[in-house]
């Protein structure tokens, strides 16, 4: 006995978002029905896709950011978001590189002879701006995630630097040794000649920003300046971290 089947009927959901819906009128409405093959393997995809997609609504996630990554798979060439995928994933990798040796360089250090404890402090400072400028914005994960763990250690590594340990529910610091007093004797001096330099930069920025620019509150203002001036004093400051 001869047996047929019925093609499979699949309903392209991935590529539909709520932008595209507009309200119906009370007369007659115009519609146009596409269809066309796809293979096997792509049926399987969009599929999987989908899946995804409903699983990411069973975690929280809202229609907005739902048409956002639709968007990704609808409104982007398929090379170029292979492209992108890969040079995203590249980028993981280099941060968790990044992070492995800045936490082996520092898990088996000592003493921070030789090394600017101010910039250690300034650095943990910028990284908590970014971080807060990045929360504001809604970033990405992917982008949230490296900057929030990288928050995260230079505020180890300063701990690391100051000798910060708790006895009896008491923060201390730890004594310095004479290399130590001396890296800090000759970091204490370049700062006193740069901030010359650098304050008067940082006040008339602000000042500026102020009279000038528009911002959607004071805790806008206050976070963008900090990260602008973070990012103009993060130059001349990480290169002279390591006194000679």
């Given at each position: ?15 539909h ?15 146009t ?17 989908e ?41 993981l ?17 000592k ?9 250690i ?23 949230l ?5 990288g ?22 610091f730890?004594e ?53 001036r ?15």
């Amino acid at each position: 006995k001869s047996m047929t089947y019925n093609p499979v009927l699949y309903v392209d959901q991935l590529s539909h978002t709520r932008k595209q819906d507009s309200p119906l009128s009370s007369g007659a409405v115009n519609l146009t029905v596409s269809f066309s093959p796809i293979t096997i393997g792509k049926l399987r995809i969009w599929m999987q896709f989908e899946e995804a997609i409903a699983n990411l609504k069973d975690l929280g996630f809202g229609e907005d950011d739902i048409d956002e990554i639709k968007g990704i798979f609808t409104d982007t060439n398929m090379y170029f978001l292979t492209l992108t995928f890969f040079v995203t994933v590249f980028h993981l990798l280099f941060d968790v590189l990044a992070f492995k040796n800045d936490i082996s360089f520092w898990k088996n250090r000592k003493n921070t002879a030789g090394l600017s404890t101010r910039v250690i402090i300034w650095r943990c400072f910028s990284q908590i701006i970014i971080f807060l400028y990045l929360c504001e914005h809604k970033t990405s994960y992917i982008v949230l995630g490296p900057a929030g763990v990288g928050m995260f250690i230079e505020l180890w590594k300063v701990c690391k630097s100051l000798k910060v340990s708790f006895s009896g529910g008491k923060m201390q610091f730890g004594e310095k040794t004479e290399e130590e007093k001396a890296t800090e004797k000759i970091d204490s001096e370049a700062m006193w000649y740069l901030q010359w330099v650098m304050y008067p930069l940082v006040i008339g920025g602000a000042v500026y920003s102020l009279l000038y620019v528009s911002h959607r509150s004071w805790y806008s203002l206050g976070d963008k300046q900090s990260r602008q001036r973070g990012v103009l004093l993060w130059f001349p400051l990480h290169d002279p971290s390591t006194l000679p």
